[in-house]
């Protein structure tokens, strides 16, 4: 039987709300004892959305200041990239359904092409690249 598509408004809809964990044991590189944040979609596409346009920020970056504001010391690695391409996914769809550049979350302002989410996103590593191409012309064009 073949694999029904993903819902990904349902899967960025359907998550469980921001969250802090303490570790008990090491888990993807965070430390047993450290407290970790399992974010949301929601919480991504918002932290997204307030990065300028043309401007970009790393996987690293945008996981230590959100756990950071949580008051945690860590924010789960495998969860973000999770989340990160749900909202990468909603975005290509609003995109596809005729939805302007500057009205979906600008997911390509942290997933860069190399990166092992854009190689899973339905769109391909060459799309990005496109995305933040356009994306910086805008923001030199005003």
């Not at 921001?18 to 993807?28: E, G, I, S, T």
């Not at 924010?75 to 989340?83: H, Q, W």
């Not at 990468?88 to 550049?101: F, I, M, S, W, Y």
Request: proline letters at 7%; glycine letters at 8%.
């Amino acid at each position: 039987m073949p694999k029904k598509p993903t819902d990904w408004r349902k899967r960025f809809g359907g998550a469980k709300p921001p969250h802090v964990v303490m570790l008990h044991a090491a888990f993807a590189g965070v430390k047993a004892g450290n407290t970790m944040l399992i974010s949301s979609p929601g919480d991504i596409a918002a932290y997204l959305a307030k990065i300028p346009r043309g401007e970009t920020r790393t996987m690293d970056r945008l996981r230590n200041e959100l756990a950071r504001k949580a008051g945690a010391d860590a924010m789960c690695p495998v969860t973000t990239a999770i989340y990160l391409r749900v909202v990468a996914e909603v975005a290509l769809r609003d995109l596809e359904e005729g939805k302007q550049l500057d009205e979906v979350v600008p997911f390509w302002r942290v997933v860069t092409p190399d990166s092992k989410v854009a190689k899973k996103l339905s769109c391909g590593p060459d799309h990005v690249a496109h995305l933040i191409a356009l994306d910086r012309a805008e923001a030199r064009n005003g």
